[in-house]
């Protein structure tokens, strides 16, 4: 009994020492730092592009690679197993949840898209990446800030890194599909390079982050775990993703500034197809009467975006200079303003009694 309490006391340690930094808080500035210095580097040393794009086995650039795969490992640490048992003690807020990651923000992704982006393949294959893959890594962040059920986090959070394996390939090549039928100049899809994509950076970083867990766990003990091994990998994610950024636009730097209308282009249906995906969660929450700390949950989670996968799609299609691969980078540009608006959304609503809380709740809350 005193090891069970122990170990939820670690738990609940670690829960109160998770937060996002000031580091992480000016992501968007880094981001776009990262973009500039990109740029800057493909009209100063274009030898460094042509250089990085050389790199590849099979269509797949090597540095991006590593770079994505970095990112992606630290995401697979998060993943608790055992807490999918208790998904049938109140699975109406994950089923809302998962309703509107695959059906809701696809659907509404492709419209977008279609209406926006009607002369742009690529751009409408970036957007179509972006919508068709919820977010299972920084979520877990925005859900403590937000101060919402963390267990229903978890539990989420699990259950989309399993459902990306079985549901991201079905539901892309699908909505490729539906939008070849209106283009003129049609979108290639190879199911091989979809399903080489997905096996390299969700199925071996899920493989490697279960493994790892486990081992480091029985030898290091899961204080160490938590405490020191997690945080220190999570930084090494956020380096990689910079520096995928540079690798991104070091290569795109000649598109963007003969096409800097494209970066206005992609954000416009990424921005009204946010905009509707979260008005339908929150209106959803509301109708199925959900409590604040549950509601909050599946709106932040029904609305991410997993822009690391996009990335590595768009890129292993279109190659690492593509449109494509430009316009999946923006979901990543507003992936950290758009997520943290949405936790003082949710403050402000929960405040004027939204989700009907009691006002003793309210103040808990914050």
Known sequence: MSELKTEAGLKVKAEKAK??????????VW??????????LSQLIP?????????????????????????????????????LKKLGQDPKPVILTLFSNWVVAPLIGITVALLFLGGNPQLIFAII???SSP?????????WMAKGNQEQNVITTSLN????????????????????????????LDPVTLLISLVIFIGLPLFLGVISKKGLISIKGERWFDNTYRPAVSKVAVGALLMTLIILFSLNGDVLINNPDLLLLITIPLLIGFAIVVGFN?????????KYREAI????????????????VAVAMFGVGSIAALGTTMGLFWEVPIMLSLVYLGKFLNRKGFWGADIEEVKILG
């Open 282 to 290: 929150v209106l959803m929450t509301r109708i199925f009467k959900l």
């Open 19 to 28: 937060g996002i930094g000031f580091f992480e808080k000016l992501l968007p």
């Open 161 to 188: 890194t399993i459902t990306i394996i079985f549901l991201y390939i079905p539901v892309v090549t699908l909505l490729v599909a539906i939008a070849n039928i209106t283009l003129e100049q049609k979108i290639p």
């Open 135 to 143: 977010c299972t890594a920084m979520v877990l962040v925005w859900g």
């Open 31 to 40: 981001v776009a730092l990262c973009m500039l210095i990109g740029i800057v």
């Open 297 to 312: 949950i599946s709106v932040i989670i029904g609305s991410s975006s997993h822009f690391e996968i996009a990335i590595a």
């Open 129 to 131: 990446l972006l919508s």
């Open 47 to 83: 030898e460094i592009s042509q250089t990085i794009d050389s790199w590849q086995i099979e269509g797949i650039s090597i540095p991006i690679g590593i770079c994505l795969f970095l990112m992606m490992y630290p995401a697979m640490l998060n993943i608790q197993a055992e807490e």
